[in-house]
């Protein structure tokens, strides 16, 4: 009998459970649902951009920059309302990914920080200009990682694994690697809205599906395209003084003013994880490439291919995080040096710098 | 050729009073099979279902060949499943040609690897020295994981790929299950589920759970289907199976290409083959144990060996022993190889006739059941011994801990050299007790506790002149103890004593063993100095 009530009990706690948790799921589904019809709070640069692209609830949709380009207006598909708020949420990631912006980062940026480690990582500090770089003529820039771009070349083959990569499986990547941190899943609305406006961007810019455009991706550096004089950690820390140092800081952990960064990490614990293909000793044509390109911001290509290599080389052995395939020991090592790291180079470089006071003072 | 006659005639002559209650206990095994390896192959290891499918066929029927254990039921594994699609994960998409061309690969290296196992001796013997606390943990931790990693499935979401930390991914998973998950698949599994459940309270029930569940779930998917519509509730199910034969031949991923892959997985196929032959010596051990007989767990290593050697060219999953099988077996009442034998037959002809029906079971369906399964794994009367040792207690929780930390590979190896230390640890410190001049060692006097027993002998040499060093509840001393008491002995201020001559008659009368009859030499000739000096 007593066995009949421990087994009924059982019965009815799993049940209670269970339907709690299908209640639970039913209520965020609400909430998620509630949170798609909502109108959205643009940032001031997305407000900007999807004004001058002419994102609009219509019937049809045609682009003001293909009509400035080819004096042509193109007519295609519009867009429902669900489609534009979509569109303006995607953008709102790709400008601001951790919502520092944000009035409520749950309902404006779905869970994004939740699958970034640090506080640094926005998708716009390398996809600059909301994955939509120009120059004042509004020609697009070479190597300068277009979203539109991309969206048009979806699903490639990678080029590292020969894997076929939806442009979804490719955003994931972005999070575990570049920002150091965990992927959502591929049906998230987080990737679902970063395509939308990935999309749109290709159809403002009237790109064509499968064409291979200057500005997808990076204009790699191999050492091939140098007067192979080698990469050169000294040199690269001279010139990361030189150019970096006045955004990145010395460290080149970044800069944070009031809670906003100004200048994301380049190294340290906000920055790309040594999986990540931004890493020179993973692979070393990258981010030469995207520094050559993109970088110093309002100076862009007057580095030489040599001084990019080299810069890429001195921060890529700064330390950072190890890639989650890399196993716990490296992540700890990783760690260790990132706690002790910055601390002994102060150290070092104050004493060098009393001793050479104290030198010039002898002089004198 | 005459003796295969004789046999088969022998074996015929034997079973043929009840062939058929050994034809419909292999039905039953059959039904119960089916889901499982169909849960195990498209859930765990990601690769169609038929590759379960002949795992439950061929690899049940090479063992029933092979193991002449009465208990033994091969096929398809939860633990090894998931190992292959663990390992493989990193390295292709699920269900494609190259991933299905390596997990044949793996499962070829893995059989490999069994065949080492066999060849070299100590080898498969070291397998007997992985404690319980350590398969124990393996197998809760395993347990939580195969629940964790169904999750996706369960909420109707693609699988996250990629090799993550496995608690955060559970974590994010169940987030993502409950904020957008498909609501039509999360129905469809909490119906499996409770119906699953349900069904495993009654006795008579039990062996049909999961078959029940998986009926009520396929049932309440049809009528979705038929209100909603397949193209509204995108609830994934099984698919055609109608492609499936008597043998399906297959071709292992092995070219220039794809060698750094397979080197890569190396480490994969050492946990994949290690993990089989623990489970099925584990098992067999503790299922002959049960009905009362012995069988040589290198036998086992063997049929195991060749089977995996052989089952990656019948596109099948790797086979071991399957403990809730054999429970099954053992429950009904039918110990025999037939009856095992002809599961496997049964299993083909039901794949053969009902490949429309499975064809449209649901996915959610197979993640419930294989969550059940998870937690059924986690047990707690298995458990709680473990518990009561504080040795134990570590040595569970760290194995148990590292299938969740690390990987399954880190746990054997975490828990087998925390299980053999702490043994060590025991024996090097015996329990020493010193009452005025009468030092009595329990425990062995060797290499490792000569320290421990210098020390005492000392500090109680300090005190008195001399020292009586008592071997009463000694068993075991090593060339060195036996050094150390010459010199002792040598500076003339020890005596020894042994007080345990009724128990020497006791051994005697019985005949004793080897070692006991050495020993036994030894302590005649310590007593008779005694007896002298005394």
């Not at chain 2, 931790?141 to 195969?146: E, N, R, V, Y």
């Not at chain 2, 049929?303 to 990656?312: E, F, K, R, T």
Request: net charge positive.
């Amino acid at each position: 009998m007593s066995t009949w009530i421990a087994k009924i009990a059982k019965i009815v706690v799993l049940s209670l459970v269970l339907g709690s948790l299908y209640l639970l799921a039913a209520h965020k589904h609400q909430q998620r649902n509630d949170a798609r019809q909502r109108p959205v709070a643009l940032t001031a640069a997305c407000t900007e951009k999807l004004a001058r692209y002419g994102l609009a609830v219509a019937e049809h949709y045609s682009s003001p920059y293909a009509l400035k380009l080819s004096n042509k207006a193109i007519k295609s598909r519009g867009y429902g309302e669900d489609d534009v708020r979509a569109i303006q949420r995607g953008c709102n990631i790709i400008d601001d990914t951790q919502g520092q912006f944000a009035k409520d980062i749950a309902r404006e940026r779905w869970s994004a920080t939740r699958f970034i480690r640090g506080t640094h990582v926005s998708c716009d500090h390398c996809h600059q200009s909301i994955g939509d770089k120009q120059d004042a003529a509004g020609n697009r820039l070479k190597g300068s990682l277009s979203l539109g771009a991309s969206w048009v070349m979806a699903d490639m083959y990678d080029r590292f694994t020969g894997l076929l990569l939806p442009f979804e499986l490719r955003q994931m990547q972005c999070y575990i690697n570049s920002s150091n941190g965990y992927k959502p899943n591929i049906a998230d609305d987080l990737i679902r809205d970063v395509t939308a406006y990935s999309r749109f961007l290709s159809a403002a810019l009237e790109l064509k599906i499968g064409q291979h455009y200057d500005e997808q991706g990076i204009d790699e550096i191999a050492a091939s395209a140098t007067p192979k004089q080698g990469d050169d950690y000294v040199r690269g820390e001279a010139l990361y003084k030189q150019k970096c140092q006045s955004c990145h800081g010395r460290q080149a952990v970044g800069t944070v003013t009031n809670g906003q960064v100004v200048a994301p990490a380049l190294a340290g614990p906000n920055a790309w994880n040594m999986q990540s293909r931004n890493y020179f000793h993973y692979v070393s044509t990258i981010l030469p490439g995207f520094i050559c390109r993109n970088m110093p911001l309002g100076a862009e290509n007057t580095l030489s291919n040599q001084e990019c290599r080299d810069i890429a080389y001195y921060i890529s052995n700064l330390p950072r995080p190890a890639g989650d395939r890399q196993g716990p020991l490296a992540a700890l090592q990783q760690q260790a040096l990132m706690t002790v790291m910055p601390p002994l180079m102060r150290m070092t470089e104050s004493t060098r710098k009393q001793g050479d006071a104290s030198r010039t003072e002898r002089a004198e | 050729m005459k003796s295969l006659t004789t046999t088969v005639r022998s074996l015929y002559e034997q079973h043929r009073p009840n062939i058929h209650s050994h034809l419909i206990v292999g039905l039953t095994l059959a039904l119960v099979t089916l889901p499982q390896a169909v849960a195990f192959s498209v859930t765990l290891a990601g690769v169609p279902p038929h590759f379960g499918i002949y795992a439950a066929i061929w690899g049940v029927l090479f063992c029933s060949m092979l193991n002449p254990s009465r208990v033994f039921h091969g096929g398809p594994n939860t633990a090894m499943s998931a190992t292959v699609g663990v390992t493989l994960l990193p390295l292709a998409p699920p269900f494609g040609a190259e991933y299905m061309g390596y997990a044949l690969t793996l499962c070829l290296l893995a059989g490999l690897i069994q065949m080492l196992f066999f060849v070299i001796r100590p080898l498969g013997r070291a397998l007997d020295l992985v404690s319980e606390p350590v398969i124990n943990g393996m197998i809760c931790g395993i347990g939580l994981f195969l629940i964790f990693k169904s999750l996706t499935t369960f909420g109707g979401l693609p699988v996250n790929t990629e090799v993550e930390w496995p608690l955060w991914i559970a974590w994010q998973s169940l987030l993502a299950v409950l904020e957008i998950g498909n609501m039509y698949a999360i129905q469809i599994g909490l119906i499996t589920l409770i119906t699953c459940v349900i069904a495993q309270q009654f006795e008579s029930l039990r062996s049909w759970a999961i078959l029940l569940g998986i009926a009520a779930g396929t049932l309440y998917s049809q009528h979705l289907n038929d209100s909603v519509g397949l193209q509204n509730t995108m609830v994934e199910q099984i698919g055609n199976l109608s492609s499936i034969g008597f043998v399906l031949p297959s071709l292992l991923q092995f070219n220039q290409e794809s060698m750094p892959d397979i080197i890569a997985l190396v480490p994969g196929s050492f946990t994949l083959a290690l993990l089989g032959l623990f489970q099925t010596v584990a098992a067999m051990r503790r299922m002959s144990r049960q009905v009362g007989g012995f069988t040589d767990s290198r036998k086992a290593i063997f049929s195991d060996a060749v089977s995996n050697c052989v089952l990656p060219f019948l596109s099948s999953l790797p086979t071991c022993a399957s403990f809730n099988r054999m429970w099954l077996v053992h429950r009904l009442g039918m110990h025999s190889r037939v009856a095992i034998a002809s599961s496997a037959l049964w299993l083909l002809l039901l794949v053969l006739f009902l490949a429309k029906i499975i064809a449209i079971i649901p996915m959610p369906a197979m993640a419930a059941v294989i969550m059940l399964l998870g937690a059924n794994m986690i047990n707690w009367e298995d458990i709680k011994p473990h518990f009561k040792d504080r040795g134990d207690t570590v040595v569970f929780m760290a194995s148990f801990l590292s299938v969740l930390l690390l990987d399954l590979f880190g746990a054997v190896v975490v828990g087998s050299i925390l299980a053999i230390a702490y043994s060590k640890w025991q024996q090097a410190h015996p329990n020493i007790s010193v009452r005025g001049n009468v030092m009595k060692i329990r425990g062995n006097i060797y290499y490792g506790s000569l320290p421990v027993i210098e020390a005492t002998y000392h500090a109680a040499l300090a005190r008195d002149r001399s020292v009586v060093i008592d071997f009463s509840e000694c068993y075991y001393i090593d060339a060195e103890g036996i050094r150390w008491l010459a010199a002792a002995k040598a500076a003339a201020n020890a005596s020894f004593t042994d007080r345990r001559k009724t128990e020497n008659r006791r051994t005697e009368r019985r005949g004793g063993g080897d070692a006991g009859r050495t020993s036994d030499g030894r302590r005649r000739r310590v007593d008779r100095r005694q007896r002298s000096e005394l």
